[in-house]
T-cell receptor, first 113, second 115 residues
Framework: DQQVKQNSPSLSVQEGRISILNCDYTNSMFDYFLWYKKYPAEGPTFLIS?????DKNEDGRFTVFLNKSAKHLSLHIVPSQPGDSAVYFC????????????FGTGTRLTVIP | NAGVMQNPRHLVRRRGQEARLRCSPM?????VYWYRQLPEEGLKFMVYLQKENIIDESGMPKERFSAEFPKEGPSILRIQQVVRGDSAAYFC?????????????FGDGTRLSIL
């Protein structure tokens, strides 16, 4: 049962443009969300997070938006750079559980120079 | 990657053998998490440990899999009598506390192949 879903397996964007990666979740107990970036043969690297008490969090070129009513979050990268090409995973955790993360299946972002 | 050290990076075992995967958390981190990634899938939580304690093992298969995080030394994920379906990338993550606003930092994983 996939509780965190990333329905776009891949996305291609021109350098300098905005990349928008989407994530949906089904478990209403999730209240903390994270985005990780992963290069081949490496582990995921933490990018940015957001608590359910907020609807937006920004860190440099990365902004995460949370729509609780729609159970949807998105990661915006602007401007996109070739070094951003990687697989991006959305993850969530629930207040009632231990700190284990539920991951989506990932979106492969390719930024075209 | 992020100071979490996993070894070996690649491990090949024949069916029926035992696999031992090691994880040394980042310095100062006392919380360790193990995840498994099957091909074309996301990471799936397996187990969460603190020093000498298993906090949550709800993602661990009931048989053949065990994990420990002793007072001294790395955390170990052990898979006994491996089968082909155990082939996957196994990632370890650590955090300073178990608080959810402390992001988990991941190692580069161990790629387990079962012949």
């Amino acid at each position: 049962d996939q509780q965190v879903k990333q329905n776009s397996p891949s996305l291609s964007v021109q350098e300098g443009r905005i990349s928008i990666l989407n994530c949906d979740y089904t478990n209403s107990m999730f209240d903390y969300f994270l985005w990780y970036k992963k290069y081949p043969a490496e582990g995921p690297t933490f990018l940015i997070s957001i608590s359910s008490i907020k609807d937006k969090n920004e860190d440099g070129r990365f902004t995460v938006f949370l729509n609780k009513s729609a159970k949807h979050l998105s990661l915006h990268i602007v401007p996109s750079q070739p070094g951003d090409s990687a697989v991006y995973f959305c993850a969530a955790s629930a207040q009632t559980g231990a700190n284990n993360l539920f991951f989506g299946t990932g979106t492969r972002l390719t930024v075209i120079p | 990657n992020a100071g979490v050290m996993q070894n070996p990076r690649h491990l090949v075992r024949r069916r029926g053998q035992e696999a031992r995967l090691r994880c040394s958390p980042m310095k100062g981190h006392s919380h360790v998490y193990w995840y498994r990634q099957l091909p074309e899938e996301g990471l799936k939580f397996m187990v969460y440990l603190q020093k000498e304690n298993i906090i949550d093992e709800s993602g661990m298969p009931k048989e053949r899999f065990s994990a420990e995080f002793p007072k001294e030394g790395p955390s170990i994920l052990r898979i006994q009598q491996v089968v082909r379906g155990d082939s996957a990338a196994y990632f370890c993550a650590s955090s300073w506390t178990g608080a959810r606003n402390q992001p988990q930092h991941f190692g580069d994983g161990t790629r387990l192949s079962i012949l």
